[in-house]
């Protein structure tokens, strides 16, 4: 049985929210004909790579989009 879009994004946000880092956990997630699109701010490049990492290998991806902005939260943003 082939996962629909909104189910796929719904497992990836899963992942991100049971992560163990917590910056990963208000990320968003929307997901059409197997290409998943990671979306929200993150403080590092290191933890917008966790994320993609977080995501990969769920059933119904065939690519991950990674749209997460690196934004640096001591200058505001």
């Not at 701010?41 to 690196?70: F, W």
């Amino acid at each position: 049985m082939r996962k629909d879009g909104s189910d796929v994004a719904k497992a990836a946000e899963a992942r991100l929210r049971t992560s163990p880092y917590s910056a990963l956990r208000n990320l968003s997630c929307e997901c059409d004909d197997g290409v998943l699109v990671l979306h929200g701010p993150l403080g590092s490049y290191y933890h917008k790579q966790l994320a993609q990492e977080t995501v990969a290998g769920i059933g119904g991806v065939n690519r991950v989009v990674n749209e997460i902005e690196v934004v640096d939260y001591q200058l505001g943003g």
